[in-house]
């Protein structure tokens, strides 16, 4: 389980989340929504610190290195399951065993052929795909991902939503799409000025209680 209990965060002087608890079982599958603001990313960074030794985390600016490939951009998801020696025999020739599993999870995401090429020369929807690749490379029991489809196109979005939900046993994942949060996750959490608005299974979130977390 993870847990959270009365959790408050401020940076200087604005405080981001109110006294927000949180508790996840394990196999959960969540989906955070909200305006702009709301505190997702925070809670999110939160939820990571305490759970950074069993999870893997796609950052919403993606944080790869645009002068790397593919491929070593999705290696270091795992460079601290290998001995330095490995990584470095990875870095100068990349392993086989290490090139067929990362190209098998480029390949899901409909990336095929793209392992070796220049993170900087790929489009935007395609670098989160590949923060997305890093973060299932990785592995671990739990996923969390700050807006994984922002910048993928539609088509393409349900599909990465898919392979997360498949490759992860417990996932929590921030989304400004919330149809695909109505379509694919079974607890929903409205988060609305830094603090819980609602925490429902997907069937009892209403278009009412939606209406009220986006007001203005």
């Known amino acids: 389980m993870i847990r959270l209990e009365n959790i408050s965060v401020a940076y200087k002087d604005k405080t981001v989340l109110h006294s927000i608890s949180l508790r996840v079982q394990e196999g959960e599958k969540i989906a955070l929504v909200g305006p702009s603001g709301a505190g997702k990313t925070t809670l999110l960074n939160k939820l990571y610190e305490i759970t950074r030794?069993?999870?893997?985390?796609?950052?919403?600016?993606?944080?790869?290195?645009?002068?790397?490939?593919?491929?070593?951009?999705?290696?270091?998801?795992r460079l601290d399951h290998y001995p330095t020696w490995y990584?470095?025999?990875?870095?100068?020739?990349?392993?086989?065993?290490?090139?067929?599993r990362v190209s098998g999870i480029l390949d899901s995401l409909n990336m095929?052929?793209?392992?070796?090429?220049?993170?900087?020369?790929?489009?935007?929807?395609?670098?989160?795909?590949?923060?997305?690749?890093?973060?299932?490379y990785r592995g671990g029991d739990i996923l969390l991902a700050d807006e994984p489809i922002s910048s993928i196109d539609p088509h393409q979005a349900g599909n990465v939503i898919k392979l997360i939900l498949k490759t992860s046993r417990t996932v929590i994942v921030s989304l400004h799409a919330v149809e695909f949060a109505l379509e694919y996750f079974d607890r929903l959490?409205?988060?609305?000025?830094?603090?819980?608005?609602?925490?429902l299974p997907r069937k009892k979130v209403t278009k009412t209680l939606l209406t009220e977390l986006y007001r203005t």
């Open 53 to 77: 030794d069993r999870a893997a985390f796609v950052h919403q600016d993606y944080a790869l290195v645009p002068q790397l490939s593919a491929f070593h951009n999705i290696y270091i998801g």
């Open 87 to 100: 990584n470095i025999l990875n870095l100068i020739k990349p392993q086989k065993q290490e090139v067929d």
């Open 112 to 136: 095929t052929g793209k392992i070796f090429e220049r993170v900087a020369k790929l489009s935007g929807g395609q670098q989160q795909r590949v923060a997305v690749a890093r973060a299932i």
């Open 189 to 199: 959490v409205g988060l609305r000025h830094g603090k819980v608005h609602f925490d």
